[in-house]
Nanobody
Framework: QVQLAESGGGLAQVGGSLRLSCAIS??????YAWFRQAPGKEREFVSC????????DYDDSVRGRFTISRDSAKNLLFLQMNNLKTDDTAIYYC???????????????????WGQGTQVTVSS
């Protein structure tokens, strides 16, 4: 049974930092990702990493501010978020999949397994 559990969300000020973690139980997957969903908006891609060769992608809105990483030994996924903006306020979800092709990495419906989400609120 695959389970994903996010942690590390909370309240931060503009310009501040937070580090999200995702603990993954189950087998190793091909692609690991972070998505977010703000109130009244659709779930959107944030970042992903390919386990085999460290292929990484970021949405332009977070590139240069967020860093995705992993701990292979502990099967953990991280998202370091720096220079936070009010637009980063959302529920953040980790997701994994073992079958999607890299060109589909930004599509939420391609991921089979999701965590429950962790709230990130950035205040000015």
């Amino acid at each position: 049974q695959v389970q994903l559990a996010e942690s590390g969300g909370g309240l931060a000020q503009v310009g501040g930092s937070l580090r999200l973690s995702c603990a993954i139980s189950g087998p190793r997957f091909r692609t690991y990702a972070w998505f977010r969903q703000a109130p009244g908006k659709e779930r959107e891609f944030v970042s992903c990493i390919k386990w085999s060769n460290n292929g990484i992608d970021y949405d332009d809105s977070v590139r240069g501010r967020f860093t995705i990483s992993r701990d292979s030994a502990k099967n953990l996924l991280f998202l370091q978020m720096n220079n936070l903006k009010t637009d980063d306020t959302a529920i953040y979800y980790c997701a994994v999949d073992d079958h999607l092709i890299w060109s589909s990495r930004r599509m939420a419906d391609q991921y089979d397994y999701w965590g429950q989400g962790t709230q990130v609120t950035v205040s000015s």
